[in-house]
């Protein structure tokens, strides 16, 4: 039988040996995190910190030179910048300068936001703009003949409509100038007797440029731009339809209200008539001094007493009272 002390050495060394087992085990396995009653993971700041892990490589990725360093001189730009994009200075082989600087120079293209900002139009090259041309010529039909010259295409179509594009920046693209439309066309292509005629330039106002025998007709009300165009044509109808209606009243006018001075219906052509009669002279109303005294009495009497038209009544009434 072993006595006391053979024992406890006995299991003293199986003890030391199984320590040290469980310790090469430990480190082995994963330790897992010491929870509390609820499973909740234990904050304890007084334990070390355990080994970090070891850190990754970083590794340098080599940076590729810019593009414009590699184009040639001879490249096809559409290629390129096929269509509108933001500016990119390493495509661009311009040494572009924008902005300010305090050195002196404007900052170059690199890191420039001032070109950034603005939209360009590298993609409206003239080699891209007739690539595109000539893509679009099988989609186009021949120019009609008889429109060669600019008189044929204004006679034929004498409307004229002149509107403005903008680049905008803005959050919108939308300018509130681009919605503006105007139109112009002589007043000599549309068909008017007499009435119908003064009653559409008195509705037309100074729209009429009597000297160029033009009628501008400007719109801006709408909020579009095709609104406005067509609320352009409506006025055009419009005013042409309404110069044609002859109302009630203004059969009813006399000479006095009329707002033009009538040649046909006046005294002054009744006493030409008259006195050349006594002067026994055929009456006849197409002699140049009677064409000269009635334009000099319709000029008085729709422009206005002046000295012009004064001197100018005076000289006709001479020529017919006091024949050379």
Excluded at 196 to 203: G, H, P, V
Aim: charged letters at 25%; hydrophobic letters at 35%; proline letters at 8%.
């Amino acid at each position: 039988m072993m006595n006391y002390f053979q024992i406890l050495k006995t299991f003293g060394k199986y003890n030391l040996r199984c320590t040290t087992v469980n310790k090469s085990c430990c480190f082995a396995t994963k330790v897992e995190p010491e929870t509390d009653e609820e499973g909740f993971r234990v904050l304890d700041l007084k334990k070390s910190k355990r080994t970090t892990s070891q850190r990754r490589r970083q590794v340098s990725i080599p940076v590729m030179p810019p593009r414009e360093s590699k184009m040639l001189p001879d490249q096809i730009w559409s290629d390129v910048w096929p269509g509108p994009r933001t500016f990119h200075p390493a495509s661009v082989p311009l040494p572009l300068r924008q902005g300010i600087n305090k050195l002196g120079a404007p900052p170059s293209k690199w890191a420039n936001a001032e070109l950034m900002k603005i939209p360009n139009f590298l993609h409206l090259t003239p080699p891209a703009v007739k690539k595109h041309c000539d893509a679009l010529k099988m989609f186009c039909t021949k120019w009609p003949k008889g429109l060669e010259t600019d008189e044929q295409m204004r006679k034929h179509f004498p409307l004229e409509v002149i509107t403005m594009d903008y680049c905008y920046s803005s959050p919108s693209i939308r300018n509130p100038m681009a919605r503006i439309v105007t139109i112009k066309f002589p007043l000599s292509c549309l068909e008017f007797d007499k009435h119908s005629r003064d009653k559409f330039l008195r509705l037309v106002g100074d729209r009429y440029d009597a000297d160029t025998d033009i009628v501008t007709i400007v719109t801006d009300k709408c909020p579009l731009k095709k609104q406005n165009y067509e609320y352009a044509l409506y006025l055009l109808t419009a005013l042409y339809h309404e110069s044609w209606i002859t109302e009630p009243w203004e059969s009813e006018k006399s000479e006095a209200d009329l707002e033009y001075y009538d040649w046909d219906n006046s005294i002054s052509k009744e006493n030409i008539i008259a006195l050349l009669k006594l002067t026994n002279e055929e009456p006849n109303l197409s002699s140049p001094k009677v064409n000269a005294y009635k334009t000099a009495v319709i000029n008085l009497f729709d422009e206005g007493e002046n000295d012009y038209n004064l001197s100018k009544y005076k000289e006709a009434s001479l020529s017919i009272l006091f024949p050379t």
